[in-house]
């Protein structure tokens, strides 16, 4: 088990372009989250996968913002067209079946801090 | 619309203190989980509570579920500067979606 792995860790660019993030969960777990994090904040949710199915959208994710689980295995976030309220970090967890302690809890992985200028 | 509030805020202690933590909601949830998150990291797993009025020991950190599951607690006792982060709680909502959502967080400074 080697964890939740996502990349680049850190991304800055240029208002306007488009970036995309990666994220490659605990391999026998089947849902997969997108969170955003501003400073001092808690997580907000962004978008959920269960296997390759996309399950639920936020409304804070604009058309600008599109999430891909193509194979049910590793995901990608693209932001197009970035702005610079769209710095923050951006966490994928992944969730495997329900424990035997009870719970669905979810593991988090590094982050990308993305920095637009 | 489901909401977890924690309380303080903030809170900055000195080495061998005691903290509570509290993470609050007039909804009730199936389970809570507890991070802590250190700067520049995703939020690492320290616990999950599931049964009304549950508690969990993890070292110097213990957890409480309200009976009614509608509030959590941590307890620190004798809190070292390794401590220090960022405390969030986070549970499912009812939608049945295996949606989470997390509380405002509880930034904790441990002084030495």
């Known amino acids: 088990d080697t964890g939740v792995s996502q990349n680049p860790r850190h991304k800055i660019t240029k208002r306007g372009q488009n970036v995309t993030f990666r994220c490659d969960p605990i391999?026998?777990?089947?849902?997969l989250y997108w969170y955003r994090q501003t400073l001092g904040q808690g997580p907000e949710f962004l978008t959920y996968?269960?296997?390759?199915?996309?399950?639920?959208k936020s409304r804070l994710l604009s058309d600008r913002f599109s999430a891909e689980r193509p194979k049910g295995s590793f995901s990608t976030l693209e932001i197009q067209r970035t702005e610079q309220g769209d710095s923050a970090m951006y966490l994928c967890?992944?969730?495997?079946?329900?424990?035997?302690?009870?719970?669905?809890?979810?593991?988090f992985g590094p982050g990308t801090r993305l920095t637009v200028t | 619309t489901q909401l977890l509030e924690q309380s303080p805020q903030f809170l900055s202690i000195q080495e061998g203190e005691n903290l509570t933590v509290y993470c609050n909601s007039s909804?009730?949830?199936?389970?809570l989980q507890w991070y802590r998150q250190e700067p520049g990291e995703g939020p690492v797993l320290l616990v999950t509570?599931?049964?009304?009025?549950e508690v969990k020991k993890l070292k110097r950190l213990t957890f409480q579920f309200g009976d009614a599951r509608k509030d959590s607690s941590l307890h620190i006792t004798a809190a070292q500067p390794g401590d220090t982060g960022l405390y969030l709680c986070?549970?499912?909502?009812?939608?049945?979606?295996?949606?989470?959502?997390f509380g405002t967080g509880t930034r904790l400074k441990v002084l030495a």
């Open positions: 967890a992944s969730s495997g079946p329900p424990q035997w302690t009870g719970g669905t809890p979810q593991y």
């Open positions: 391999s026998e777990h089947n849902r």
């Open positions: 996968f269960q296997n390759e199915a996309q399950l639920e």
């Open positions: 909804s009730v949830f199936s389970s």
């Open positions: 509570v599931v049964t009304g009025g």
């Open positions: 986070a549970g499912p909502t009812t939608s049945g979606t295996y949606k989470y959502i």
